[in-house]
């Protein structure tokens, strides 16, 4: 399937005159390395929000006063507001364009992000969380249907490598960065860091953006599918965030994961009704665009699923600083800046499906070593496994966000990069609940064994329970007052009982990512591709 591109710099999309191939770039004005940067600025954004926060929740909650609860939901109504709406915003996207739906998500996201500064309640951050999660959703699918219109097929795995270095970089960098603003200017400042950024960001997206449209870009909305899409994603993202605290086994779990299904079961009756559909089922058809989805969700389980307890690992293990941690996890950082722009080029060389292979295989030899760590274990040990990890990742970044995109028609090319990106996020939420309900059981089945052979005092069933949930994120249960020796046990018991829950679940990481190196074959180069931007100063 082939469509045409349309450029359109002033008018409604309802007028944009049809052409037959895109216009070429005027200065900078619609240049492909030039859009880069700008998109690039503003996804940063919203990618380092996604981490560097969790640095400044402690001090958050100091400052406000808030209960543990309340800072979980600094998180979780971000990931929720973003993860419920990226595929809407898509189309949001294709239908009005993709350059004043990423300003208009640049600079809703910068908003939020100062008013989040210059709140005084956990209430009001938690609200202005949810609205950054809602404007991020909008900007990072029009990044990519930005990226899809301006770049030739040649040149655009390339685009999309640096693309996925940039996300690579500051989702990993995010500590770092947030580290040194907490411990030496405020919390508030992780924030406000956001706004000159998305300055930046509106200023050069004014002057270089153009606004490319498919001639046959959508021209209604299909508000049904909207609503069950989003309602069966709620579900879903909610019952896993929650499972951890109500239990995999709770009638409140399967009742939400329940409603889930039948919510995608009736969104996919729906689509194959309405006349223009939130998302053409008949995308699902191309096996390639199929697979670089499951390969995408299959990737983030292994990558944020693991990446969860290294940071646990590093801190309450061995003993680190935020900074200390985050700066010990730059060989990952590093080979994914690295390893993205390579990637993108080899793959526009061969084609997707050997890299891909290649780089789930690295992520299960990496998430194996992983597994192999031990309390003593060097940083120069650990930093093999990181920086393996890293170039594992880079490939599959890069490769399945070209598959994806570039197996749906031109007009559907929003739609696609919200499916890029909600794959990712469902499959980060899949990783750190299903890996932590693996951490939880092993920690439940060793702890009080581990405990009795250390010679330690026999706990009550509700103080084994306190100190089982200490001990899945390597926190020693030490109460105040403990004799040190007494203390030195009980901190062996809980980072070995850690250690061994985090070995098992870095192992079912690997295993998935063994899953995902099958996954890969089935990809191929994108059919599509060709519709993109074909003249321009490349």
Same mark, same amino acid.
């Given at each position: ?11 409604? &999309? ?12 005027? %200065?900078?004005?619609?240049? @492909? ?5 700008? *998109? ?51 189309? =949001? ?55 899809? &219109? ?17 996300? %690579? ?7 770092? /960065?947030?580290?040194?603003?907490? !411990? ?15 300055? #930046?960001? *509106? ?5 270089? =953006? ?17 609503? #069950? ?9 909610? &019952? ?8 995999? %086994? ?6 939400? $994961? ?30 390639? #665009? ?7 969700? /299959? ?6 699923? %693991? $990446? ?82 890293? $170039? ?37 939420? =899949? ?16 702890? &009080? ?19 089982? !949930? ?9 109460? @105040? ?22 070995? /098992? ?8 990512? *063994? *899953? ?5 074959? /089935? ?16």
């Amino acid at each position: 399937m082939t469509s045409q591109t349309t450029v359109d710099k002033t008018g409604p &999309a309802d007028e944009a005159p049809a052409a037959s191939g895109p216009a070429p770039a005027e %200065g900078l004005r619609g240049h @492909p390395w030039f859009t880069l940067i700008t *998109v690039a600025v503003g996804v940063m954004m919203v990618a380092l929000d996604g981490t560097i926060v969790a640095i400044a929740n402690p001090a958050i909650q100091k400052d406000l006063g808030a209960t543990f609860a309340d800072v979980q939901w600094i998180t979780n109504g971000y990931f929720l507001a973003l993860a419920v709406t990226l595929i809407t915003a898509g189309k =949001l996207g294709d239908r009005f364009g993709h350059r004043q739906t990423f300003l208009i998500g640049v600079v809703g996201f910068a908003a939020a992000s100062g008013a989040i500064g210059l709140s005084d309640s956990i209430a009001f951050v938690v609200v202005f969380r949810v609205l950054q999660g809602l404007f991020g959703a909008l900007l990072m699918p029009a990044a990519l249907g930005l990226l899809r &219109a301006t770049f030739p097929a040649e040149k655009l795995n390339m685009a999309i490598g640096i693309w996925g270095m940039v996300i %690579g970089a500051s989702t990993a960098g995010g500590p770092i /960065l947030g580290g040194v603003l907490v !411990e030496h200017v405020s919390w508030q400042s992780v924030f406000f860091i956001n706004v000159p950024v998305g300055i #930046l960001a *509106v200023v050069l997206g004014a002057v270089i =953006l153009t606004d490319h449209r498919a001639k046959n870009a959508p021209r209604s909305f299909d508000l049904l599918g909207i609503g #069950l899409l989003s309602g069966a994603m709620f579900c879903l993202v909610w &019952a896993l965030i929650k499972a951890p605290e109500w239990g995999w %086994g709770a009638a409140l779990t399967w009742t939400f $994961l329940g409603i889930s299904v039948v919510g995608f079961a009736l969104f996919a009756f729906w689509e194959n009704k309405v006349r223009e559909p939130l998302i053409p089922l008949a995308l699902f058809r191309s096996v390639p #665009l199929s697979a670089g989805v499951v390969l995408m969700v /299959l990737m983030a389980i292994a990558f944020m699923g %693991g $990446l969860f307890f290294v940071t646990f690992y590093l801190q309450n293990v061995h003993g680190m600083s935020p900074i200390d941690a985050g700066l010990h996890l730059l060989p990952l950082t590093g080979m994914m800046i690295v390893g993205s722009p390579l990637a993108g080029a080899l793959i526009g060389k061969t084609g997707p499906r050997v890299p891909l292979a290649g780089g789930m295989a690295f992520t299960a030899v990496a998430m194996f070593g992983i597994s192999t760590l031990e309390t003593d274990t060097g940083s120069g040990v650990m930093s093999i496994w990181f920086g393996l990890l890293g $170039l594992g990742l880079a490939p599959v970044m890069v490769g399945a966000t070209e598959v994806i995109v570039g197996n749906a028609p031109m007009e559907l090319s929003g739609v696609a990069g919200g499916l890029q990106q909600a794959a990712m996020q469902i499959g980060g939420s =899949l990783g750190t609940a299903v890996l932590g309900a693996v951490m939880a059981s092993k920690v439940d089945n060793d702890l &009080a064994g581990n405990w009795a052979e250390a010679g330690l005092p026999k706990l009550s069933p509700a103080e084994l329970d306190q100190a089982a !949930e200490a001990v899945q994120v390597g926190a020693p249960p030490v109460a @105040p007052g403990t004799p040190p020796e007494i203390a030195a046990k009980i901190t062996d018991v809980a980072h070995d009982t850690f250690i061994s829950g985090m070995s /098992l679940a870095s192992l079912v990481a690997a295993g998935v990512a *063994v *899953v995902a190196v099958f996954v890969a074959f /089935l990809t191929k180069r994108g059919a599509n591709a060709e519709a993109g931007a074909g003249v321009g100063h490349i």
